[in-house]
């Protein structure tokens, strides 16, 4: 069965009317893993979209498929792909795979210095980031701004981050860093060259017993010692 083709594109003002179905979708779905999630108005939504931090799938006849948002960090360096949504009937389809790869390109085009990190409980977004270069870290290698960790309050698992001195929760963490990318030095590829074809046994004892005039002859190498 051949998959719908979505439209997924930087989401703008007219996709304002999204929002409200978009916050509710982030709220069930987490509701149903029986996991947490920071939660968000529908005006915060909107005013991602606004600023051309957020990327949105849509179907053909333009109703609602998916969703992520662009928040930034200590000074814009730290770039979280957040709030990834993809409607239920949607899941499994490839669309989130979608989502992911643009919401990143638009990140490093926005910030292309920044670190992308991500905290998630889904082995699927997982998958995802791991594709796209992050790495699993400890979460002293993401942000220490206050703001970020405040949005984890909302989220049912707060008290075990909290209990945990903000080392660990139940969310793994993961990171890609534009500098070690740069810092890579491919090394040059060299080309090995076949070994020189050894020949066979026979080979050698036939040549030997050529005589010479004859096709494949090869003369003994002549002394220039006179005796």
Request: hydrophobic fraction near 35%; aromatic fraction near 8%; charge should be positive.
């Amino acid at each position: 069965m051949d998959q719908p083709a979505f439209i997924v594109a930087v989401a703008q003002g007219q996709h304002i009317i999204h929002a409200l179905q978009i916050c509710n979708e982030m709220e069930s779905s987490a509701k149903a893993r029986g996991t947490g999630i920071a939660k968000r108005s529908p005006d915060y939504i909107a005013q991602k979209m606004l600023e051309g931090k957020a990327v949105i799938a849509l179907h053909p006849d333009g109703t609602w498929a998916g969703f992520c948002y662009i928040e930034t960090w200590g000074h814009g360096k730290y770039v979280a792909n957040s709030g990834l949504i993809v409607s239920p009937e949607l899941r499994k389809s490839g669309l989130a795979r979608q989502i992911k790869k643009k919401i990143f390109e638009l990140s490093r085009t926005k910030y292309p210095e920044a670190k992308i990190f991500g905290l998630t409980t889904a082995l699927a977004v997982m998958r995802i980031n791991s594709g796209l270069g992050y790495s699993p870290v400890t979460y002293s290698e993401l942000t220490d701004d206050e703001e970020f960790w405040k949005g984890c309050r909302s989220c049912v698992n707060f008290e075990i981050l909290q209990s945990k001195n903000r080392t660990n929760c139940l969310c793994t963490a993961m990171l890609y860093d534009p500098a070690k990318e740069k810092d890579f030095i491919a090394l040059p590829v060299v080309e090995k060259k076949p070994a020189p074809k050894q020949n066979s046994v026979n080979e050698r004892w036939l040549r030997h017993r050529q005589k010479p005039g004859q096709a494949g002859y090869n003369a003994p190498e002549m002394s220039t010692v006179q005796v």
